[in-house]
């Protein structure tokens, strides 16, 4: 499976060939083949995404929703905020854009 470029379903086989656990026992061969393609998909999304994140080359790349500051004296919205943040507007194929000054003490 490595040689075939498929790192993900090797390591699923692993940790499914060395499990020691009843359950993975008892799984049929649909049921490994299965396994194995979801952790090939997820370990490909997760590259993906990383790649992104590196070539996108943020100033902050740690940076999260969670951590901004609601502060009063912000003036910003925490409804508005979150209901931006879960992304529907990009769904909906829409532009933002954002306004206003920008915080002197960054």
Known sequence: MQALGLPGMATAWRELAAAEQSSAN?????????LMLDREIAMRA????R?????????FPEACIED???????GLDRRNTMALAQG????????LIL???????T
């Not at 008892?26 to 299965?34: F, H």
């Not at 529907?88 to 532009?95: S, T």
């Open 26 to 34: 008892e799984l049929s061969r649909d049921e490994w083949l299965g």
């Open 68 to 74: 901004i500051d609601f502060a009063p004296a912000r």
């Open 46 to 49: 997760d590259k993906r995404v």
């Open 99 to 105: 306004t206003g000054q920008t915080d002197p003490t």
């Open 51 to 59: 790649n992104k994140l590196a070539s996108a080359k943020l100033r």
């Open 88 to 95: 529907h507007w990009l769904k909906a194929q829409e532009n």
